[in-house]
């Protein structure tokens, strides 16, 4: 067992805790948090990005989705803690493991500033029944962690309105304007990428993530921003001024003001912290809604939409170069997970308005790709051979947007079902970019395009189809998605409208033995209007090739070549201007039509 582990159950012990919860959240529940909040991977070496641990006198349960179930099973290996498989048959919701594990007249634990009002309420009313005691104020596992990373504030910046589209103004008063529409007199924004958008600054304090820790109030007239006072330039200090927004260089501040708050208060009690919902008065009606800024940046307007069409271009243009050098040194030279990453982050890197990666590169050889959110490292750095499959997953953060994208490439002989996998997952993404629908549709509907071809074969991946992506923001961008089930806490199920930017990422996982992903980003766009309505499309983002030494036509209809071939075509026209001589004539090749 580890020793974290008993540490932490030794601080139970003193505040009288039975039952503690730990989740991978920050006070503003971000998806991927600073170092200083990775509470999970320091009490159990599990460092997947979504996850809650429960820990009792007895007993402990990491509980995470399907994306991390290998990776998840490796890590917790000999740590005391249980795999509790989210979603599989026999796994209990976490709600009931904390109820069943709770004495009665117990105390149940948890840090309130990093678990959401909404969640932690549901947990305390489902244990009323046990008269259970409850410690929010305690931040246990952060007590036990020795050499805790501090805050790494970065300094922010402003966002130009070339890249933007829009004034900070402009959106201010959108949002006012909301918040009358719905009778507010107060409106607390905790989400990050959410209070960036809104002001058109971005910041580096997560990590492939461009926001700042901070919060937003409203409250009437008054706009305040609590940020570190560590972000503050003076330049920043005078744009903030000149928005009409107050600034409070304490961010604990904002615990103490909202206790003044009055009337009818604006907020989504799923991405506002418990302690933070607590200090509001019990006499404020509380309007619970879904952001309004998260509907208005979820849509991309014009001048973002151009930008996102042109860094996607030299996006892939460094892909490309990256898989026309692999391709021509594969088996010639050692290659390794860790040294592929590095030298696609070159290419990369050398795109102008490039900033960072926009999320932490997947580079995975043969069954390491069967971990779906696998990442290398130099203690596990495997060495690429001329056979099989290598996944790469990566993306970049740029002025002009953000970028994510997957390949699956061969690196030599491949068995009969890899190219089987690989070829499904081509004809899926390219399947469901294809489709036609209503306005208004929503992803769940959508999804069968791209599962079909699976579900036919009695196959399945255990992940989303599409995520949404924000504009030089987040990778993973609420709320719009593709998926076959309704998953609530990931409020994906939003409806298409124009202007929104999804992933197409349809995939196959074979444990202990391969993995193969292909991922586009694609912009819903006005198809045509008549009398049923307005109809949508989409339009491919990604500009990379496809492997088609990889496929296996027989299994593709002659639909499924017209897409390849047709895409072929753009990625060429695109792309060729930014190669060298050498580069042009590989692409050339690389995208050739294809025949059945």
């Known amino acids: 067992m580890k020793n974290e582990l008993i540490k932490l159950r030794e601080k139970m012990r003193q505040y009288g805790t039975d039952v503690y919860m730990i989740t991978m959240d920050d006070e503003h529940q971000s998806e991927y948090v600073g170092a200083h909040y990775r509470e999970i991977a320091y009490i159990s070496g599990f460092t997947g990005s979504a996850g809650k641990l429960v820990v009792t006198a007895d007993k402990a349960g990491l509980f995470t989705d399907g994306r991390y179930f290998v990776q998840a099973e490796n890590q917790l290996k000999d740590s005391g803690i249980d795999l509790m498989r989210m979603g599989d048959k026999g796994t209990p919701d976490i709600s009931d493991y904390i109820s069943d594990a709770m004495p009665e007249n117990g105390c149940f634990g948890f840090n309130g500033k990093t678990v959401a009002y909404s969640e932690a309420k549901a947990l305390i009313e489902k244990l009323e029944a046990k008269h259970v005691k409850v410690k929010s104020d305690k931040d246990m596992a952060g007590e036990v962690w020795e050499g805790r990373p501090e805050h790494d504030y970065k300094k922010i910046f402003i966002l130009d309105e070339k890249y933007a589209g829009e004034s900070a103004k402009s959106k201010l008063a959108r949002l006012k304007e909301k918040m009358r529409e719905l009778n507010a007199d107060a409106h607390v924004i905790t989400m990050l990428d959410d209070i960036a958008w809104t002001l058109n600054l971005r910041g580096d304090d997560i990590k492939c993530n461009p926001v700042f820790l901070a919060y937003l109030l409203i409250d009437g007239e008054r706009t305040v921003l609590y940020t570190a006072k560590e972000h503050l330039t003076d330049e920043v200090r005078a744009y903030i001024s000149e928005l009409g927004v107050e600034l409070s260089e304490d961010p604990e501040r904002i615990y103490e003001d909202v206790k003044s708050l009055k009337g009818k208060v604006l907020l989504e009690e799923d991405k506002t912290n418990y302690e933070l919902m607590r200090c509001i008065p019990s006499e404020c009606r509380i309007i619970n809604k879904l952001l309004p800024t998260t509907l208005m940046k979820c849509v991309k307007n014009k001048v973002e939409r151009e930008n996102i069409i042109k860094v996607h271009i030299k996006d892939g243009a460094a892909l490309t170069k990256f898989m026309c050098w692999f391709k021509k040194n594969v088996g010639k030279i050692k290659m390794t997970e860790m040294s592929t990453a590095e030298k696609l982050h070159e290419f990369r890197a050398q795109n102008e308005g490039f900033t960072d990666e926009s999320f932490t590169t997947i580079s995975a050889y043969g069954a390491n790709a069967a971990m779906c959110h696998y990442s290398p490292s130099y203690e596990n750095d495997t060495v690429i051979e001329p056979k099989g499959l290598y996944l790469v997953d990566s993306g970049g953060q740029y002025y002009e947007g953000t970028t994510d994208v997957t390949r699956t490439w061969a690196c ?96 196959m996982y074979i444990e202990g033995s391969h993995g193969v992903r292909t991922e586009n980003l694609i912009l819903s766009e006005k198809d045509y209007e008549n009398e049923f309505g307005t109809f949508l499309r989409f339009r491919h983002l990604t500009m990379a090739p496809i492997d088609i030494t990889a496929l296996d036509t027989s299994v593709m209809t002659d639909n499924d070549i017209r897409l390849l071939n047709d895409y072929h075509k753009k990625v060429r026209e695109n792309l060729l201007p930014y190669m060298d001589e050498e580069e042009k004539d590989w692409l050339i090749e690389a995208t050739r039509e294809v025949e059945k």
């Open 412 to 507: 030599g002989e491949l068995t009969e079902d890899e190219r089987l996998h690989f070829t499904l997952s081509v004809m899926s993404m390219l399947r469901l970019a294809d489709v036609r629908f209503p306005e208004g549709t929503c992803g769940v509907a959508l999804d069968y395009a791209a599962r079909e071809e699976f579900w036919r074969r009695g196959l399945n991946f255990n992940h989303g189809t599409g995520h949404g992506v924000g504009y030089f923001l987040n990778v993973h961008e609420r709320p719009v998605g593709i998926r076959y089930k309704i998953v609530p806490e990931r409020l994906d199920s939003y409806p298409f409208y124009e202007g929104m930017l999804v992933s197409d990422e349809p995939g």
